[in-house]
């Protein structure tokens, strides 16, 4: 079936410095979605984008985070600058609609 | 806004037996119901979902009726295996809002 892509499935990084995680949504989806989920921790949207806007953002989503899909390509959240407890899994998802949306396998974010 | 609120945090079930896991949702208007299945180390994945009211969803053995009177969506398995295995989530709308999830484990 489609698949959302996120490459790399792990990435460690140094408190305070930025990071940018990278998803490849399914070719034809013009929804974008945003999770985290900490170890153990229930699935928390974060964040959905739609003709280049950001649409809905829950609160933790916060100002040290963005969105953007630059020319139809990636769809990427960039933490600057990161701090500790942004270490989680981060999924991305894609739907065509508001019926089944997909989700990648998840970036785990270790921020040391 | 939408809510969904999943009592049971853990299921622990022997092969065979009749699984249980209710949901209960608060949305406006009438939203189609979905309930996804994370797998140990996977990203979630729709496993049913019901857009109309009154109606059930199933797929894999597994069922859901969309309860718009008492705003329910219980999922339901006659026989569940080891491989179902799991967290289960049940969202009501497409924004998928989760809710706490529930951690099915079936013993061999």
């Known amino acids: 079936g489609p698949k959302v892509l996120q490459i790399p499935s792990h990435q460690i990084i140094d408190m305070g410095q930025m990071v940018t995680l990278n998803c490849d949504p399914v070719?034809?989806?013009?929804?974008f979605y945003w999770y985290k989920q900490i170890l153990g921790q229930q699935m928390e949207f974060l964040v959905n984008?739609?003709?280049?806007?950001?649409?809905?953002k829950s609160k933790l989503f916060k100002d040290q985070f963005s969105v953007e899909r630059p020319d139809g390509s990636y769809f990427t959240l960039k933490i600057q600058p990161t701090a500790l407890e942004d270490s989680a899994v981060y999924f991305c998802?894609?739907?065509?609609?508001?019926?089944?949306?997909?989700f990648g396998k998840g970036t785990r974010l270790t921020v040391v | 806004g939408d809510s969904v609120i999943q009592m049971q945090g853990q299921v622990t079930l022997s092969e065979n037996d009749f699984l249980f896991i209710n949901c209960t949702y608060s949305?406006?208007?009438?939203?189609?119901l979905f309930w996804y299945v994370q797998y140990s180390g996977e990203g979630p994945q729709l496993l049913l979902q019901?857009?109309?009211?009154?109606n059930k969803g199933s797929s894999r053995g597994f069922e859901a009726t969309y309860d718009k009177g008492t705003t329910s969506f219980h999922l339901q398995k006659t026989s569940v295996q080891e491989i179902d295995s799991a967290v289960y989530y049940c969202?009501?709308?497409?924004?998928?809002?989760f809710g706490t999830g529930t951690r099915l484990q079936v013993l061999p």
């Open positions: 984008f739609y003709n280049g806007k950001v649409m809905e």
């Open positions: 969202a009501p709308t497409n924004k998928v809002v």
């Open positions: 019901v857009t109309t009211a009154n």
């Open positions: 998802a894609s739907s065509v609609d508001i019926t089944e949306v997909f």
């Open positions: 070719s034809n989806h013009l929804y």
């Open positions: 949305t406006t208007g009438y939203p189609t």
